[in-house]
């Protein structure tokens, strides 16, 4: 099992910047990539930014050049930074991690509890 704990949500004006933390713990070898996801309410979940144990990372066409997503491997822990907010970025965001026990085992993800992120216009 993978345990997630997201922070950093906020309110914040448009044009403002958060940074969200994602804290793994339990089971947290052989992640395959952690990421984060968006869901606004009435909107299905949507892909924000993924980052994988190769440091690939991707965006969103939507938070291209504003999200800046990173990881801290000695802290195990996933930032998403956000730049130039807009109300449009409104949503609880949630922390996922891709885990694969082994090569020819099944991929599992996991989910955090997410944290509300509100830009005020």
């Known amino acids: 099992q993978v345990q997630l704990v997201e922070s950093g949500g906020g309110l914040v004006q448009v044009g403002g910047s958060l940074r969200l933390s994602c804290a793994a713990s339990?089971?947290?070898?052989?992640?395959?990539?952690m990421g984060w996801y968006r869901q606004a309410p009435g909107k299905q979940r949507e892909l924000v930014a993924t980052?994988?144990?190769?440091?690939?990372?991707n965006y969103a066409d939507s938070v291209k050049g504003r999200f800046t997503i990173s990881r801290d491997n000695a802290k195990n822990t996933v930032y998403l930074q956000m730049n130039s907010l807009q109300p449009e970025d409104t949503a609880v965001y949630l922390c996922?991690?891709?885990?694969?026990?082994?090569?020819?085992?099944?991929?599992?993800?996991?989910w955090g509890q997410g944290t509300q992120v509100t830009v005020s216009s």
């Open positions: 996922n991690a891709e885990r694969q026990p082994c090569k020819w085992c099944g991929k599992f993800n996991y």
């Open positions: 980052i994988t144990s190769t440091d690939s990372t």
């Open positions: 339990g089971s947290i070898f052989n992640i395959n990539a």
